[in-house]
């Protein structure tokens, strides 16, 4: 996979962006940085795109630019001139694939069924657009579509939203979510940028359900580990559960038997996208030690941060795994 599709894949939501004026691109592309979407697909729907596109590659170097609804290989040289890393059909376009790998352009045409796939597959492409998702039977149907075909991944796009995109992102097979309602031509043409900006945080918030998970604190040894757990036991009405590093009382507080990692201890953030929750943080400044990290069957499950705060060590950790 190249380095286009990993930085998609990272991000995992790319807002599909109707754009009537040039005038707008450097305030919308700024307003979903400040929400933490630093991706923008510009449609070839309207006259804007290709110098919007330029606009925003040339202004934004920290923003991810493709090209959306290209129709044509014309379209697709616009394009790709502008500073376009992607280019995006709504279906199979043979003459646009043709087009971007003549180019070793980064190229994700649309399919909705297990031939369209099939010729994504004869091309050497890893990744396609499903399209339209909702209305070609959703996450039922991609399941089953995408089963016979193991090395492909998919962004579904069409009728996705904030409340449905984490059926999608669930899978293995979707490499990210395409949608629209977090850049509405409304929202843009009616100079609404922090609403925007508030939306696009808002899904990029939902997709890692970031959250606490509970608190470790370190102490003297068993004996003092187990005398703090029945305590706090006894004072929440938790349950004990005994690890061989630790014990835990309840799920929310951990007593370590001696000295973890941390000065005083670890904090534990869960999220149900770890994975991305963890190149989020990268993202906003974060380090992460990630020669430590749990990897199981190459999925991440655990990473710390390289550095404490308050004298606690804080990590991530996969809250879809028990």
Request: glycine content about 10%; some cysteine; hydrophobic content about 40%.
């Amino acid at each position: 996979m190249n380095e286009v599709l990993k930085k998609i894949d990272e991000i995992g939501i790319i807002p599909v962006v109707k754009i009537d004026s040039p005038e707008h691109a450097l305030t919308l592309g700024k307003a979903l940085l400040k929400g933490d979407l630093p991706i923008a697909e510009i449609t070839f729907r309207t006259d804007a795109a290709q110098e919007s596109i330029r606009i925003l590659s040339e202004e934004l170097p920290e923003l991810l630019v493709g090209a959306g609804t290209v129709l044509n290989p014309e379209q697709a040289e616009q394009a790709l001139k502008a500073g376009a890393s992607f280019v995006v059909s709504p279906g199979f376009n043979e003459p646009v694939v043709d087009y971007c790998l003549q180019r070793e352009a980064t190229v994700i045409p649309g399919v909705s069924g297990p031939t369209q796939v099939e010729q994504g597959l004869y091309k050497g492409l890893e990744v396609l657009k499903f399209f339209p998702a909702q209305a070609s039977g959703g996450v039922s149907f991609l399941k089953s579509m995408s089963s016979p075909y193991g090395e492909v991944k998919f962004i579904p796009t069409g009728g996705i939203n904030i409340d449905n995109m984490g059926e999608y992102l669930e899978m293995d097979k979707v490499l990210a979510v395409g949608g629209s309602w977090m850049v509405k031509s409304e929202l843009i043409s009616g100079d609404r940028f922090d609403e925007i900006s508030r939306q696009s945080r808002a899904a990029v918030m939902r997709m890692l359900d970031l959250s606490l998970a509970h608190v470790g604190m370190n102490t003297g040894g068993v004996d003092q580990a187990r005398g703090a757990a029945q305590l706090f036991s006894a004072l929440f009405f938790r349950p004990l559960r005994e690890t061989e590093r630790s014990i835990f009382a309840g799920d929310a507080l951990e007593l370590i038997k001696g000295t973890g990692r941390g000065e005083h201890g670890h904090i534990a953030i869960s999220s149900t996208n770890i994975r991305r929750a963890a190149a989020y943080l990268k993202r906003k400044g974060f380090e992460l030690d990630e020669e430590n990290a749990i990897v199981v069957q190459g999925r991440l499950r655990a990473v710390y941060l390289r550095h404490e705060i308050a004298g606690f060590a804080v990590h991530l950790v996969d809250s879809t795994v028990s």
